[in-house]
């Protein structure tokens, strides 16, 4: 059934239009090269992975900054797979991994699709938690930051999604309502409970096995975006 009214549709974007997985795999690749990392890339990043959504989480939440982030998800994967590395090694890929992750520009099935089609009738913006000096160079290299008329990210605001006051402040960058508005993203916290607790309407992108309120909107591919809008 269509979502009537929209005028603007806010788009996440890592894990929901920039294959946030396959491009940091992709880095690690080649930072383990470059620092001759001797170790299955596959069997790190199973441990890695995890430990990274529990920091952003932390991050999100204000419970850690962006410094130890950057520094313990490495450390502790380091760890949990019994791989020595020194810590100024870890500090040198912290800072190479955000360096050149935005090389790698994979994104998911049909995004281009999706954003041609919305475009056509809609407003489209960004909300994101990412770094500010990596999520412009994302959709820069990934050749879609043309479809956006906002792009508000975290540290231009002082705070992280769920926070109201993000997403307020993208609606007046937008010069747009809630009533108006509808988020898209994969985190159900985050981007879901976040926007519907200021009004807007919200599509969660993500597996229908994931443990979420079944009155809520979801697409497991960006192109059933169009059943809604």
Sequence with gaps: MKINDITDVFFDLDHTL????????????KLFKIHHIKLDLNIFLSHYEPINLKYWKLYREEKIDKQTLRFNRLYDAFQAVNYHVQANVIDKLSQDYITHLPSFNHLFENTFEILEYLNQNYNLHIITNGFEEVQHKKLDKSKIIQYFKTITNSEMVGVKKPNPKIFNFALQQAKTVAKNSIMIGDSYEADILGAKNIGMQAIYFGNYNDAIDTEIKQVTNLIHIKKYL
């Design 18 to 29: 920039w294959d946030f997985d396959k491009n940091s795999a992709f880095t690690f690749h």
